[in-house]
């Protein structure tokens, strides 16, 4: 009913002798290939729409053709004429319902192509955008790895330079308390034979004292002067001395316990200092001073003949004779005298040496 409804409103508006209505109307109801369009809309249109403006169309073709085609000639001619009369006219309105459809085709397919195409350059820039900004963060990632591996090597070689002043100052603190340690070993000890000098020995018998008095316990010192030892010197020379001095300091150390105490005062002066629970008899002491005598008598080779080295031994006790540190010297040192008095290789008790002047 639609197709017949279209063939009568084209007919009706050609009847009425009104050609730009009809054009219109046409134009509104052209249809191509099984398409009508309608203002660039194709709907599909049954065989009978398509016949019935093909018809509408060639009669306004012929009613615009009339008065052109009255003063045609009768005949083959003027047939011919008015054939090619109504081709010309029919051509541009067939031309029109023709191309009409495809136009708009291709303008929905422009639209469409043209809305694919600002997608896809849409989701190109987004593409874009979004590696410039991973490449950017990319970038400040590197800078910021650069400064962590230069942050890293700066605290890196800080630290090896910690380590190392470390190391130097470890070292320069080793060599000072080896410095140190030499210089007060030099400074207690003697340089040639090694024993411990007149200034450790008073520290060492100040100590023992104190340590004695406050435990009751007894101290014994004893001085011990070699004989002939300026012989030996004058005789064969200070080196050959000095090798006399070694024998004797090895042979005080060889003869004493490991809590007692040996010391070089000087020249050929020497000190032991001997620590007892209690206070030991006569006997004990003698039979000590008599090993340290047979210990230093050495017999030497000089020109001449043998020269007898021997010990004078001068012997005191604390407190069962001296009542504190210095008369404890001066007891055992005037022994010493009163030994070396008598004659060689002597041993002199000062509490006998005091009886013996009473």
Known sequence: MQEFHSTLTVAEAMGSGDAGAALAVAAETATFDGTAVDNGF???LPILAKVA????????????GVPVMAPLP???????????????ISAPLILLWAVRPCVAAFRAAV???TGVNRML???IGERITAEEKLRAHKQELELQIQEIDYVKQLVEAQAADAVGMAEDLAMQRQAMEESERRNE?????????GLPNRRHFEQR??????NAQGKREAVTLIFVDLDNFKTVNDTLGHLHGDEILKQVADQLRASVRECDFVARLGGDEFAVVLKHPFQPGRATLLEFAERIRSALAIPVEGPNGVIPVSAALGIASFPAEAADEQTLLKF?????????????????????????VG
């Not at 009768?74 to 010309?88: D, F, K, N």
Request: proline share 3%; glycine share 6%.
């Open 42 to 44: 194709a709907a599909p």
């Open 53 to 64: 403006g093909v018809i509408c169309i060639v009669a306004f073709a012929v009613t615009l």
């Open 74 to 88: 009768q005949g083959m001619p003027g047939a011919i004429l008015t054939a090619v009369l109504l081709a010309l």
């Open 111 to 113: 639209e469409r192509l």
């Open 121 to 123: 350059l849409l989701e």
């Open 185 to 193: 070993y030099l400074a207690n000890h003697d340089g040639l034979t």
């Open 205 to 210: 018998l100040s100590q023992s004292t104190e």
């Open 332 to 356: 055992a040192d005037r022994a010493m005298y009163a030994a070396k008095a008598q004659g060689s290789n002597c041993v002199v008790f000062h509490r006998e040496l005091e009886a013996a």
